[in-house]
């Protein structure tokens, strides 16, 4: 379950499991979405975007679901790998805005 | 292609002393962004420049912070003097101008500790 303070929610899974990692936004006005990959000691990295407009988008081994009835992100992570171990942001973007606010992060945990 | 570039990685200082960091963005990218990631959340904006000009710095903590980005290129981001809150990682993101505007890459960042 979610935790507070410093403690980043944490999703841990076996490799080759598939990953679900949510996420709730909170501006209905934003119609622009990412999911961000960040490594230790490194900066967040773009994984996948999805417009207002599109209810799932799928990439490599990833998916994105976004349900704006409840303001709800998803990111799916298929046959998850030791590689993916890190923490996953979901950031909003308002129409006419190109800033992301970020929410809080998940830290997935993979192992082998 | 060459990513943003940040220094130094890392930087210890004491409580009421200055310190200063640098961003050199992505080539061609006209903004550029400074964050500030405090240990077990997400990055927050602090400063978007466009070009040379400041387009929000309204999450700047203006009092002690303060960014420039003199010749539209390279940045810096300067606290004096900091605070022991101001302890985290702070990062530099550029993106092109426009509609591809969301191309947002983000450096490694400075992990600043105050003590």
Not at chain 1, 10 to 25: F, H, K, P, R, W
Not at chain 1, 59 to 76: F, Y
Not at chain 2, 44 to 53: E, H, R, T
């Amino acid at each position: 379950g979610e935790s507070v303070g410093l403690h980043l929610p944490t999703l841990s899974v076996q490799e080759g499991d598939n990953s679900i990692i949510n996420c709730a936004y909170s501006n209905s006005a934003s119609d622009y979405f990412i999911w961000y990959k960040q490594e230790s000691g490194k900066g967040p990295q773009f994984i996948i975007d999805i417009r207002s407009n599109m209810d799932k988008r799928q990439g490599q081994r990833v998916t994105v679901l976004l349900n704006k009835t409840v303001k709800h992100l998803s990111l799916q992570i298929a046959a998850t790998q030791p590689g993916d171990s890190a923490v996953y942001f979901c950031a909003e973007i308002p129409g006419g805005s190109y800033i992301p606010t970020f929410g809080r992060g998940t830290s997935l945990i993979v192992h082998p | 292609e060459a990513g943003v570039a940040q220094s130094p990685r890392y930087k210890i200082i004491e409580k009421r002393q200055s310190v200063a960091f640098w961003c050199n963005p992505i080539s061609g990218h006209a903004t550029l962004y400074w964050y500030q990631q405090i240990l077990g959340q997400g990055p927050k904006l602090l400063i978007q420049f466009q070009n040379n000009g400041v387009v929000d710095d309204s999450q700047l903590p203006k009092d002690r912070f303060s960014a420039e980005r003199l010749k539209g290129v390279d940045s810096t981001l300067k606290i004096q003097p900091a605070k022991l809150e101001d302890s985290a990682v702070y990062l530099c993101a550029s993106s092109p101008l426009g509609p591809t505007g969301y191309g947002y890459t983000f450096g490694s960042g400075t992990r600043l500790t105050v003590v």
